[in-house]
């Protein structure tokens, strides 16, 4: 409760006296009362710096755009703290003119500027068995959506030019993972940036400064940060990224392997386990909705447990693989609740169910979890993450 003092009539302490002048932040910060929004690890998922990993706030943001320090982390090798003027792009392999770029070489092509979410392909991983992690930073939190200022990779495979036989891209980053992906021509040729800014401002050490891979709608893990190496190839490399980890185990024992786009998916992010209840009455139920292969189309809320849905209202801009912010407007009676969104895409296809997708892939995935979360309200108001199915 606010000391009467400060509340109207009265006048607070702050309106009596001069505040800080413009010198005070030369870069701005969040308000000391919202220090508690930061990102978040959970302990026993990052033991190493060989893999470490910390997951975005999404119960406290709002609209589409997560600001850059809240972006979630992911690194297999720590943080590369790379100096932009020892640093080089090289681009050879299956090309006429094998090229070394300097950061400021490529800030002279014609620049881009678009809007993605990137999802790792292990967001929600913890999820399949059951309902596991208390809070929606760590049941979805390995999202963000930023906007992406670069050159297109089309422009610089122009530039350096392409043999008949080139038909895949190694991506190779220099943090101490050397993270390398291969990635197929099409989709290189196709909507690829290499990035050196986010939302305005040059990209954060933590995002691969300075210039990361960006490839719309596809797992994570495909774009490489601290980028220095692209090579062009006949055949995939099947890097340790592409075999061993972010392949999907099936019932009848094969893997799933390049499963690259993100179908899919959507999560109400408040109420949430880190948002309960505060009162019976009117509560606008929050989330997030995006696809690897373009728009959201719609979006479907359910608050007895998808005995009946409802449709949610966009709110725009709705971009192709964005993230795309729905609200829906709820009077709580005070009673047990089972909240869940359900996304369609501009493809058609619909957000499935745990037991839909378990069908199809079985029990033991790690990767690729796009499936339906609830939320469970309580009579106390506590929201609790449960499965229904
Ligand atoms: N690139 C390099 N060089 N090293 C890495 O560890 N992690 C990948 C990808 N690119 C990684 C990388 C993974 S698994 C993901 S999900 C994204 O970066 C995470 O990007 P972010 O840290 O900007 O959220
Ligand atoms: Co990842």
């Known amino acids: 409760p606010a000391a009467a003092d400060s509340l109207p009539p009265a006048v607070p302490d702050w309106t009596r006296y001069l505040g800080a002048g413009v010198d005070a932040h030369p870069y701005g910060m969040p308000s000391e009362h919202e220090a508690k929004v930061v990102r978040r690890s959970v302990e026993w998922l990052t033991a190493t710096r060989e893999s470490s990993v910390n997951f975005t706030p999404l119960y406290a943001l709002d609209g589409f755009v997560t600001p850059n320090g809240l972006c979630f982390e992911r690194h297999h090798g720590g943080l590369a703290e790379v100096d932009p003027a020892e640093h080089r792009l090289m681009i050879h392999g299956l090309v006429d003119r094998p090229l070394l770029f300097t950061v400021e070489d490529l800030k002279r092509f014609p620049q881009e500027n678009r809007f993605y979410f990137l999802e790792c ?37 122009k530039e350096v030019g ?164 729905f609200t829906f407007d709820w009077v709580w009676d005070g009673k047990p609740a089972l909240l869940q969104s359900r996304c369609i895409d501009e493809t058609g296809y619909v957000q499935p169910t745990m037991a839909a997708l378990q069908e199809k892939r079985g029990v033991n995935s790690i990767y690729h979890n796009n499936s339906i979360q609830t939320w469970q309200i309580n009579e106390n108001g506590s929201v609790e993450n449960v499965r229904l199915g």
Request: hydrophobic share 40%; glycine share 10%; net charge neutral.
């Open 121 to 157: 392909a292990a967001n929600s991983g913890m999820e399949w068995h059951g309902a596991q992690l208390n809070g929606v930073q760590y049941t979805h939190g390995m999202v963000h959506c930023v906007q992406y200022t670069g050159v297109s990779l089309r422009t610089l495979l």
């Open 162 to 325: 392409l043999k008949d036989k080139a038909a895949w891209v190694l991506a190779e980053g220099a943090d101490a993972a050397a993270m390398t992906r291969s990635i197929p021509l099409e989709k290189a040729l196709d909507d690829c940036l290499v990035a050196y800014s986010m939302n305005g401002e040059r990209l954060r050490p933590e995002q691969g400064y300075p210039i990361r891979l960006v490839v719309p709608g596809w797992e994570g893990n495909t774009w490489v940060k601290w980028l220095r190496r692209l090579e062009l190839g006949d055949q995939p490399w099947y890097q340790r990224e592409e075999t061993s980890k972010y392949t999907d185990l099936l019932p009848n024992g094969k893997a799933r392997m390049f499963t690259w786009v993100m179908d899919a998916k959507s999560v109400i992010t408040s109420p949430a386990p880190e948002l309960p209840m505060q009162q019976e009455g009117p509560v606008v139920i929050k989330g997030l909705a995006w696809s690897g292969h373009g728009a959201i189309k719609r979006v479907d809320v359910t608050v007895d447990g998808g005995i009946n849905w409802q449709t949610a209202q966009l709110h725009g801009p709705v971009l192709p693989k964005c993230l795309t912010r």
